[in-house]
């Protein structure tokens, strides 16, 4: 191991931040120079990790993600626990940085001492989540964090690939109904856990009422995503902490009936599969865009690409030769 990995490596576990935020930042880094040492530090710290509560937490926009994430850190905090939030922001096309910055939107988590908040650029990731979230958790879970959340960017069709890293996950709803209930209804609710209807405080209780009727309804007409549960849906408010406490309660329920059934290692093995794969794919597409005679045959067909004289999937096959016969 270098001096510099074994320098990180120390310092997660002796749960510094600054060394669990350059390690996140190492791990991260597309550079070659980086990978080797990056997995060196992971398989260092591995039998450090795996005990946290890892809860994935993804909505629409303006369902109240990030106050809710932070209502639940701040009452897993009360209960004695450290939290860890990754919160995967959308990325500039620009800059490739983050654009929301979600730590400026828990500033009382932040203050807290046993709470790490780390906004990450996704980078143009699908799924809603970075490339590297899944070792970012490892990470956190070396440092001592025993809860994990993850804030995806968003939800829709792509926006499923956290429920791959988490042992939970959580929907969040606005009080809604009609064609904005619809849009949500079959692959994300199939996905979820629980599903939380935020915002139900004032004005809109009553919205947020008819609209837990109207997801419990159409839960019923899903098959569940595991044998003998049923999808939670809960009321909630993150401004006023009205059900934040239950919600917590009902989570760290959930997690401790995974654990007790061996459900939640078969998950854990069933995602370390499934991540391989991931790995392997984002490789080859890594390898084959630095691949020389790819990049020469590219530019040889961009144009006829461009005018569409030539089909994508001819380029690509084309270019999988290239790769092949470097």
């Known amino acids: 191991m270098t001096q510099h990995a074994a320098a990180l490596a120390a310092g997660v576990t002796a749960g510094d931040r600054r060394a669990l935020a350059r390690a996140i930042t190492l791990v991260e880094s597309a550079k070659d120079a980086h990978r080797d040492e990056a997995a060196e530090l992971l398989e260092t710290l591995m039998p450090r990790t795996g005990d946290a509560v890892r809860v994935g937490v993804s909505g629409s926009p303006g369902a109240g993600k990030s106050t809710l994430i932070e209502a639940i850190g701040l009452e897993a905090v009360g209960d004695g626990h450290r939290v860890a939030v990754l919160a995967v922001d959308p990325s500039s096309t620009l800059s490739g940085g983050s654009i929301l910055g979600d730590k400026t939107r828990m500033n009382e988590l932040s203050r807290r001492p046993e709470a790490y908040i780390r906004p990450t650029p996704s980078r143009g990731t699908l799924g809603g989540v970075a490339r590297h979230t899944r070792e970012a958790i490892l990470l956190c879970e070396a440092a001592g964090f025993d809860v994990v959340l993850v804030e995806t960017v968003g939800v829709g069709q792509s926006e499923v690939a956290v429920a791959d890293l988490v042992d939970l996950f959580v929907l969040v709803a606005s009080p809604a109904g009609g064609d904005e209930l619809q849009g949500i209804k079959r692959g994300i609710i199939e996905l979820a856990d629980f599903i939380v209807v ?27 995503k595991r044998t003998g549960w049923e999808v939670e849906v809960r009321m909630c408010s993150a401004l006023t902490g009205s059900g934040i406490a239950e919600l917590w309660s009902a989570i760290g329920a959930a997690h401790a009936r995974l654990v007790s059934t061996g459900e939640l290692d078969d998950l854990r093995s069933g995602q370390a599969v499934e991540g391989m794969w991931r790995d392997v794919s984002d490789a080859l597409v890594d390898r084959l865009r630095s691949n020389p005679a790819v990049i020469r045959r590219i530019r040889e067909l961009q144009e006829a690409l461009v005018t569409g004289t030539v089909l994508p999937s001819a380029v690509a096959r084309e270019l ?5 016969g470097a």
């Open 320 to 324: 999988l030769d290239a790769h092949d």
């Open 198 to 224: 935020n915002k139900a405080d004032g004005e809109l209780e009553q919205a947020a009422l008819r609209t837990s009727v109207d997801l419990r309804n159409a839960i019923h007409l899903m098959r569940p």
